[in-house]
């Protein structure tokens, strides 16, 4: 029989990735439909698709999309950039890794959502204050990952070095940042969810515009189709950037064949 | 041309010891060792796994210093590596985020080598090791022998007076070993650095050698040194000849003898 063929070849794992999500859609659009929960609390996903278009309509869409991501793209930057930069210098020189280690170890735990109240008094509502709570989510996952990486540099790779007569000054540049690459791109990459994190903390007050706000404000007037809308929408955003992220480390990650 | 006159590359080791101090416990890896090592001559160091090979060789190399006693390289005290004594290493040793070619160039560049020539001279030695074709391969995309190769092309790259080797050949199957000991000899012969080869297989260092010096285990002392008069050129065929076997049973003699020695030694005390 002609289909045979594609029985054959039809493969289970991915017919059930493939519909994954629509069958997930049709569970809530019937979930809502039957009763069972308030269609006004949980609306179905036909109600969430037209809040969105009345969001898209509206001309707000975008404007809150760039804000958000400005937040967390120079939020991220700084707090990898200087991440590495402080990892490093804690990895290699012993005095800088025994005054910072404990003061870090201290400070790295404190969830940036509790720093809102004072970010508000120290910053106003300036965006300075949310590139600061993105910068500290991002600053302490990265420096951890740079400052191990540094140090579990394979010995063997130095002696190498050494011994091809490979001074001093050039060690950082040719052998403990590239073999530290590894280490400092899980860091990275976990950073990239956690400024995602960092940055509903931000847009949490003190703010007219995000996709975090938004969804705060649609609470407030009960319009929870735009709120949920506004949920997939940075669940969406920090996919891709996940995914995006993913593709290009793996450009400069050796350790990924 | 095989007479070229080797002036560098003269090491003398003078009742060396290395000792590890690890919690509590002193650690003897080498014990009064004394060996001279001319220029331009091949020199094995035999012995069994843990007798401190290793460490003799990380001495001359200058990532260990010597607990009492004295190195020297032409005359003078080593107190830490450079780009005159170039090691090919025991493991896998080829920095895994550049290809061959950069691999090579390595040495060079940290040399102030300009990176056109640096590629150039890369170029050179890859051919000189047959693997001018894989320059642009990372070191994970080569087998163990090809890897190893490519290690003895970087250690040659900076033109260096002496050539460590640390069982370079001690990984791979008994084909490829003999094939690659061989490539060593025929590398040897045109640049005639000296070699320190460090080894526990007699084969391997009768082979190869004008000299084979025996440690025995714990404490690593030179318990022999054996000249090795065959003739060079040398091939695979050598190893069947009268005169290897020969040298083959003196080797174990020696080793034997002394190894009883020692044993006796250590029952009495
Ligand atoms: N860095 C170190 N710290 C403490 N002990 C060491 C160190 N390096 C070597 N040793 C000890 O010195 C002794 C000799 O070690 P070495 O590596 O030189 O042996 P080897 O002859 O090269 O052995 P193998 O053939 O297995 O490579 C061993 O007992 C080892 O445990
Ligand atoms: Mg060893």
Known sequence: MWYRYWLHHINADRVAQVLSIPLFLLLWQWVSASGVVSSRLFPPPTEVISAFGRWYDSGQFWGDVQVSLTRVGIGFFFGSVIGILVGILTGRVRLAANLLSPIFGLLRPIPPIAFVPLVILWFGLSETGKYFLVFWGVFFVVWMSAHHGVRKVDPLYIRVAQCLGTPRSKMLTNILLPGAIPYIIVGLRTAVSISFYTLVAAEIAGTFSGIFYRIDVSQQNMQIGQAMAGLLVLGVISLIADRLFYYLSRRVDWSAS | ?269
Request: charged fraction near 20%; proline fraction near 5%.
């Open chain 2, 1 to 269: 041309m095989k007479e070229k006159l080797q002036t560098k590359g003269h090491i003398t080791a003078d009742s060396v010891s290395i000792v590890f101090d690890s919690v509590g416990k002193r650690n003897v890896a080498v014990d009064d060792a004394s060996v001279d090592i001319q220029p331009g001559e091949f020199v094995c160091i035999l012995g069994p796994s843990g007798c401190g090979k290793s460490t003799l060789l990380n001495a001359i190399a200058g990532f260990v210093q010597p607990t009492q006693g004295e190195l020297t390289l032409d005359g003078r005290t080593i107190k830490s590596p450079g780009p005159d004594r170039g090691m090919v290493f025991q493991q896998h040793s080829l920095l895994p985020w550049k290809t061959v070619l950069q691999n090579v160039a390595f040495g060079p560049l940290m040399n102030n080598t300009g990176q056109r020539e640096a590629d150039s001279v890369a170029r050179t030695f890859l051919n000189l090791v047959g693997l001018g074709a894989f320059e642009s391969h990372y070191p994970r995309q080569l087998s163990g022998g090809m890897q190893q190769r490519v290690g003895i092309a970087r250690a040659l790259a900076n033109y260096p007076n002496v050539l460590l080797m640390d069982e370079p050949f001690g990984a791979l199957d008994a084909q490829t070993r003999a094939i690659m000991q061989e490539n060593l000899l025929n590398i040897w012969e045109e640049f005639k650095t000296t070699v320190v080869f460090v080894t526990h297989d007699i084969d391997e260092a009768v082979f190869l050698s004008d000299r084979v010096v025996v440690m025995s285990a714990s404490p690593g002392t030179i318990i022999a040194d054996i000249k090795i008069d065959l003739p060079r050129p040398r091939d695979a065929l050598i190893v069947t000849s009268p005169e290897f076997l020969d040298l083959k049973r003196q080797c174990l003699d020696i080793i034997r003898e002394e190894t009883t020695k020692a044993f006796a030694l250590q029952n009495a005390s």
